[in-house]
């Protein structure tokens, strides 16, 4: 059924740069916007940035704003998550999701662990 495989993240250092890549399938992808979501250790999950069905408009949280990019390929279902200028804070797993969420079920998927530490 729904799955949301997300893969990219690592360990880096503070400055540098990842690539997140969300692969999605079981559902009409182009129909809904994409978000990302960032949970640090002992942290709530949060949403910190998303882009619309046709990808024409995005949003971030201030903490992420000119540092971080997101982008979709509609004809592969995927959703990316250019980070870049890493720093600490950004430490923790980031999870994919649709925006509305899936009725149905709460799906979520791995998520891919990001390390940012010297």
């Known amino acids: 059924q729904v799955q949301l495989v997300e893969s990219g993240g690592g360990l880096e250092q503070p400055g540098g740069s990842l690539k997140l890549s969300c692969a999605a399938s079981?559902?009409?992808?182009?129909?809904?916007?994409l978000g990302w979501y960032h949970q640090a250790p002992g942290k709530e999950r949060e949403l910190v940035t998303f882009?619309?069905?046709?990808?024409?408009?995005?949003n971030y949280v201030d903490s992420v704003k000119g540092r971080f990019t997101i982008s979709r390929d509609n004809g592969k279902n995927m959703v990316y998550l250019q980070m870049n200028s890493l720093k600490p804070e950004d430490t923790g797993v980031y999870y994919c999701?649709?925006?509305?969420?899936?009725?149905?079920?709460?799906?979520w998927g791995q998520g891919t662990q990001v390390t940012v530490s010297s």
């Open positions: 882009i619309t069905s046709s990808g024409g408009k995005v």
């Open positions: 079981g559902f009409a992808f182009s129909n809904y916007g």
């Open positions: 999701n649709t925006i509305p969420r899936l009725p149905g079920a709460d799906y």
